[in-house]
């Protein structure tokens, strides 16, 4: 009977046994909340990136049109420019033809 444990070292041990499954039990619930919680962000950081390859989209697209806008511009400006530059040069033309008598 040398293994024979005493009534009072089994409560003892039952009651450590008992408080180190509450601190599990605890600890358990802490690491569900934080796996929790990791889901949830790791949810938001995906919805985020979506949002963000989008709006880089959009500004693609608007610096594409804005692209355009400004070549209309500058088509306009040389359009404007050429019929001035004819204009003057018939205009030059016609000075002299006149003034040789044609």
Same mark, same amino acid.
């Given at each position: 009977?040398?293994? %024979?444990?005493?009534?009072e070292?089994? #409560?003892? $041990?039952?009651? *450590?046994?008992e408080?180190?499954?509450? *601190?599990?039990?605890? *600890?358990?619930?802490?690491?569900? #909340?934080?796996?929790?919680q ?6 938001? %950081? @995906?919805?985020?990136?979506?949002? %963000? @390859?989008? !709006?880089?989209?959009?500004? &693609?697209?608007? +610096?594409? *049109?804005?692209?355009e806008?400004?070549?209309?511009? +500058?088509? !306009?400006?040389r359009?404007? &420019? ?8 018939g205009?030059? %033309? +016609?000075?002299? $033809?006149?003034?040789? +008598? !044609?």
């Open positions: 009977m040398e293994n %024979v444990i005493s009534r070292e089994h #409560e003892e $041990f039952a009651r *450590r046994m408080d180190e499954h509450k *601190r599990i039990s605890h *600890r358990l619930t802490d690491l569900e #909340e934080t796996v929790r990791i889901g949830q962000l790791t949810a938001s %950081v @995906e919805k985020l990136a979506v949002s %963000v @390859e989008s !709006m880089a989209k959009t500004q &693609t697209r608007q +610096g594409e *049109r804005l692209e806008l400004e070549s209309r511009d +500058g088509e !306009m400006w359009k404007v &420019t050429g019929y001035v530059i004819t204009a003057v040069i205009i030059v %033309v +016609g000075y002299i $033809f006149t003034q040789i +008598g !044609m």
